[in-house]
């Protein structure tokens, strides 16, 4: 993927409901399929059909969203795959909108064609209006309809306007002599509608507000003035039908303007004119105007896309821009609006990130005064600007550790910020530490000593008594003009945040002792007093970051947290001691909460995105902890959190620290939108506005907090890698603002850099067969970790998986679903990008097969709703099969009809169908075959819901097998001449019994091993039963005997004796011979010879070779084994 191109998930190409309709419509031989169509969905209320209807498909239809079709001259309305109209016009479809049209709730389907536009009404009436002049589009508005002329030269005369029916043109009649009153004088009406006429066809824009009216002009209000709107460059491209808004864009001027829509009185216009002055106030209904309310220019196209979203209750219209080049920022750059100039450096960082894009470099840095050369006069850049500026260049060069883009931060640390704010001095220095730490990200451990100069000055800035400072300086007149001091030394307390979070960036994960040890916290009373206690909460966040491996989610690693001195103050907080009024207590508690809710937010960047359960219960533990110190909201038990800490600290650093925990909270939990969290958060903002003193700072964080436990809809969470938490730490950073235009310590701005610490780590399953998105229970296996050991937990999709680091395994598990298995080797690595060949889940989906017979879990939550045990439950009133007896004995038939409705649930075969009607045939209960008929329902819902369809004609095979050689025995006019089937069924039931001994590796015997065996019994039995036969076999043994008569018994014989051979696997007579001479010859036999044969005649069955021996050895006494 090139630098600065932005991917989107396509998860699937969404296909109208109306291709299907078409396909399944005769179209007219004037209709080309190949014809380009369109299509909009619409919410069913518009129309009032959420209302009506009975069933559970009218709900359905009710709960999803109706769509509109239009090809050529043809409209179609479908909800889902269902057809509600059909329209079908005489010329081609221009454009097809709903609108209320000004008249109530009533909603109306307007379609524009060449010359006239067509109004239908949900309840049948249609009405035609002729359009006078060329009528490019229409849109909906809240009043009406909006209708933009095309500029014409030769404007052709007024048509007047002509009902569709007589009845409507009557109504018409009817409304306007109600609506005139008694007026007489005819001039007066004449002269105005002629005024009226040339003041439309005047109008690039119309309005119309009733089908039975005539478009009327809009008004454009500009200085105070209001003109007919002439202005033809001006092509809508958005209107909202729920706000009287409309944006459109003028080619010409290049540019997006919004206007709104409202109503003018022209009554007293209308007095003017007439000269009697008897007209009454209802003839002249209002007029609309519209006035522009936003304006940009640059885009040499349209906006692709216009939309209406929501901040806050509040409507915010949003342009996507496409083909925007390079250039074009320098377009967004001259307008000198700050919050425009921010936005679009940091973006142009983001698209670009890691790239070091030298164009974009210099964009950049043009904002950075500190890297002119001295001889060029300084430019007056707001120090916002300058701060955006700096993060954005370190999100260009996040990672590469370039030296001079390095030098220059550094030195921007401890500068001034252009200008006279001083108040933003902090904002610019931590900006600065923000930006160095992104570009020497996690290099702290590979830089072999060159971070050393840096590192040294970094210390300085932090207030560590340094002897000389390694860096050399590159320009030192420079530096030493620019830097920020108070006397000799430098302003700590600008440059330490800065420095703190530099250092924590740089050594990220690096797991560096010394770096560690220079961020010390302090232990002594004399040191809490020299370092301020949100400084402490930084190095507690940065100390962490360092040692990432000792992060632990517990409450005895936060405690850990703590010094001794703090936690000795804290201990003794409830006793009455004369010596806790020696000490700071108020110093000891500050620190003690700034380190909780330090070590709370590197408990939240350990484990971002990971949904821990063990972080979400601690962290939720903390900020309810909190929230009852600041105001006692719940009884709480226990001892484990020091109490009363609320009467020595302010309320505003217990909020700030709550709102920090619960930020980190949610970015635990980040896109998981956990219920629990989510009341909590819903408390909160209840509670700030309960109290009626909001502050701006806690809104903000609860709003965040918000955003992060539904992150992209639960499709997105957090990542863990280095990138993300700087991006992370960037975003809570542990200063809330005081208002919207507080930026002295940090850039509100930032808190969007989250967007690129998240990843489309959501998984969703879609069913292979319907193409829909689908339940399924999954098991996921993470590797083992330093935390934990390797682990197999369960998610039902769509869900998020872990990260690509930890992420093992993952298996479709469940009854109702074919399983499968994705292997995976963990890598730290980003998670797959879109588009990526080698990504396993093809872009956040896995094709599932449901099993046949099994509902999905939409349809059956529980599974004890399946439609098998609907069917079931129909078919046989609860009773089972092997109750058929009891079914026959009670005179109670199955329903054939509930039999086809259970094989079609399963399958839509029309074999099986037919299948099933054959069994349920009445008239099959008068024939002796009975027992094959509750067979064939046996095996026939065996195989359907074990989705083994092809199973049934092997069942019914072997089944026949059996049957045909028990009737040969009694019939001398069988058609069964061969033995194949005994071939097959000895292959089956060696296979069978290779499963079941374990010789062979198989997940289970396709047929069932039960009826297998009972084959192989009765077909022995069926051979053995025959006195014939075993004379036959006798004359065969001895002199080889072999009838070639085609006399139907004779044949007959045959066929058995054919049948014993190739069952039994009884050799050719010469064989057998051989055996029984060598057995005489060595052996005076005057028992048994069955074991002497069985070991010469070793693939022969035990029944033959008794059969040989009394052959053989008659004068012998067989012994039956």
């Not at 498909?57 to 059909?86: C, D, M, P, Y």
């Not at 970790?785 to 390797?790: I, V």
């Not at 008068?926 to 092809?950: G, T």
């Amino acid at each position: 993927m090139s630098p600065g191109v932005r991917s989107l998930t396509v998860l699937g190409k969404f296909k109208p409901f109306g291709l299907i309709a078409e396909a399944t419509d005769c179209k007219p031989p004037d209709v080309d399929v190949s014809d380009s169509y369109e299509y909009f969905l619409f919410d069913p209320h518009l129309t009032g059909q959420g209302n009506d209807g009975d069933g559970n498909e009218a709900n359905f239809s009710r709960q999803r969203e109706h769509e509109l079709f239009i090809r050529h001259n043809r409209i179609i309305w479908t909800s889902g795959s269902r057809v509600l109209k059909r329209f079908t016009l005489s010329s081609p479809i221009i454009k097809a909108c709903w609108s209320h049209l000004g008249r109530g709730p009533e909603a109306f389907l307007c379609v524009l064609q060449i010359g006239c536009l067509t109004v239908y009404s949900t309840s049948g009436e249609v009405v035609s209006v002729p359009l006078s002049r060329t009528v490019i589009s229409i849109w909906p508005l809240p009043f009406g309809l909006l209708l933009q002329q095309a500029a014409e030269v030769n404007q052709s005369s007024h048509i007047p306007f002509s009902s569709a029916t007589p009845t409507l043109a009557s109504r018409e009649m009817l409304r306007q002599r109600k609506e005139t009153g008694n007026i007489s004088p005819q001039n007066f009406h004449s002269s105005v509608a002629h005024e009226l006429t040339s003041r439309r066809d005047m109008s690039s824009h119309l309005i119309l507000r009733d089908p039975l009216e005539e478009p009327e002009p809009i008004y454009l209000e500009e200085r105070g003035k209001l003109n007919i709107m002439k202005d033809y460059d001006e092509r809508t491209i958005w209107t909202s039908d729920r706000l009287p808004l409309m944006t459109s864009y003028n080619k010409g001027k290049m540019q997006h303007s919004v206007w709104a829509a409202e109503f003018i009185d022209s009554n007293r216009e209308a007095s003017a004119s007439c000269s009697s002055g008897v007209a009454p106030d209802t003839v002249f209904p209002k007029r609309v105007s519209f006035r522009r309310i936003w304006q940009a220019k640059g885009a040499k196209k349209a906006a692709s896309k216009v939309f209406l979203a929501t901040d806050d209750a509040v409507p915010v219209i949003c342009f996507l821009i496409l083909e925007q080049k390079k250039l074009d920022i320098y377009q967004y750059f001259t307008q000198d609006h700050e919050s425009t100039t921010v936005g679009l450096m940091l973006g142009l960082a983001a698209s670009y990130r890691r790239t070091m894009q030298p164009e974009i470099a210099k964009a950049l840095f043009f904002h950075v005064p500190a890297r002119y050369q001295a001889s060029y006069a300084e430019f007056e850049i707001p120090t916002l600007l300058q701060s955006a500026a700096l993060v954005s260049v370190g999100i260009l060069f996040e990672g590469s550790a370039h030296q001079q883009t390095m030098q220059l931060l550094l030195g921007e640390i401890g500068r001034r910020s252009a200008g006279d704010n001083i108040l933003e001095r902090e904002g610019y220095a931590v900006s600065a530490g923000f930006s160095l730490g992104l570009v020497a990200l996690g290099r702290g451990g590979d830089a072999l000593g060159s971070l050393d100069p840096f590192v040294n000055r970094l210390l300085q800035y932090l207030g560590a008594k340094e002897g000389r400072s390694l860096l050399a300086p590159s320009n030192e007149d420079h530096r030493s003009a620019a830097q920020i001091t108070d006397g000799s030394t430098s302003n700590v307390d600008i440059t330490a945040p800065g420095a703190i979070i530099a250092l924590a960036l740089m050594y990220l994960k690096t797991e560096s002792e010394v770096i560690f040890s220079k961020l010390y916290i302090p232990q002594t009373h004399y040191e809490l007093e020299c370092v301020r206690p949100d400084f402490i909460m930084l190095r507690v966040i940065a100390r962490n970051l360092i040692m990432w491996s000792r992060i632990r989610p517990t409450c005895e690693w936060i405690e850990s947290q703590v010094p001794e001195v703090v936690k000795n103050g804290i201990s003794h907080l409830q006793d009455d001691m004369d010596d806790m009024y020696e000490m700071d207590v108020e110093a000891l508690v500050q620190a003690y909460v700034n380190i909780v809710a330090g070590a709370c937010i590197s408990l939240g960047l350990r484990f971002a995105g990971t949904r821990d359960g063990n972080a979400r219960d601690l962290l939720y533990n903390y900020a309810l902890y909190l929230l009852n110190e600041i105001k006692p909201v719940s009884a709480t038990s226990g001892t484990a959190f020091p109490r009363g800490i609320s009467k020595f600290v302010d309320k505003g650093t217990l909020e700030m620290c709550l709102y920090l925990v619960i930020l980190s909270l949610s970015v635990v939990m980040a896109g998981s939108g956990d219920l629990q969290i989510f009341r909590l958060l819903r408390f909160l903002r209840s509670r700030n506005s309960a109290d009626g003193h909001a502050n701006y700072g806690t809104q903000m964080a609860v709003s965040l907090a918000t955003g992060f436990l539904f992150l992209g809809g639960g499709m997105r969470t957090f990542s863990t890698s280095n990138g993300s938490i700087a991006m992370l730490l960037i975003t809570l950073y542990p200063r809330l603002p005081s208002g919207p235009n507080d930026n002295r310590c940090h850039l509100q701005a930032f808190r969007h850099l989250y967007v690129l610490a998240t990843e489309a780590r959501w998984l969703q399953t879609i069913d292979v067969d319907s193409g829909l998105p689908v339940y399924a229970p999954l098991e996921v296996t993470v590797k083992e970790t330093e935390l934990y050991s390797e682990t197999r937990f369960c998610e039902v999709t769509p869900c998020i998986l872990p990260e690509r680091a930890i992420l093992k395994r993952i298996c479709v598990c469940g009854p109702r679903y074919w399983p499968q298995q994705v292997e995976l080797v963990p890598e730290e690595k980003h998670w797959w990008s879109f588009g990526d060949k080698s990504d396993p889940f093809s872009s956040g989906v896995i094709h599932v097969k449901r099993k046949v017979g099994a509902c999905s879990y939409v349809d059956d939550p529980v599974g004890c709703q399946s439609l098998l045990s609907r069917a079931m439950h129909k078919v046989f009133g609860l009773r089972t099969l092997g109750e058929s007896n009891t079914l026959a004995n009670s005179h109670r038939e199955l329903d054939s009809d509930s039999v086809d409705h259970l094989v079609s649930t399963f399958s839509s075969d029309p074999s099986l169908i037919a299948f099933a009607q054959l069994c349920c045939d009445k008239t099959w209960n008068d024939r002796s075959d009975s027992d094959f008929k509750e067979f064939c329902l046996q095996v026939l819902f065996d195989c359907i819901s074990k989705d083994r369809p092809a199973l049934l004609q092997v069942y019914l095979s072997l089944y026949t097998t059996i049957a045909s050689m028990a009737d040969l025995l009694v019939k001398t006019d069988s058609n069964v001449c061969d033995s194949l089937s005994i071939s097959s069924l000895k292959v089956a039931l060696a296979y069978n019994e290779a499963v079941t001994s374990g010789r062979l590796a198989s997940s289970g015997g396709f047929v069932q091993s039960i009826f297998l065996a009972s084959l192989g019994k009765r077909c022995e039995e069926i051979l053995n039963c025959s006195t014939e036969l075993k004379i036959n076999l006798r004359n065969y043994l001895t002199s080889e005997a072999w009838s070639d008569d085609h006399n139907s018994k004779l044949q007959k014989d045959t066929i058995l004796l054919s049948w014993y051979l190739k069952w039994f696997s009884v050799p050719s007579p010469s064989i057998i011979r051989a055996a029984v001479e060598k057995i005489k010859s060595k052996f005076n036999i005057s028992t048994s010879a069955v074991p002497l044969l069985r070991l010469l005649l070793p693939s022969t069955h035990i029944s033959a070779i008794s059969e040989i021996d009394r052959v053989f050895f008659p004068s012998n006494v067989t012994i039956a084994l």
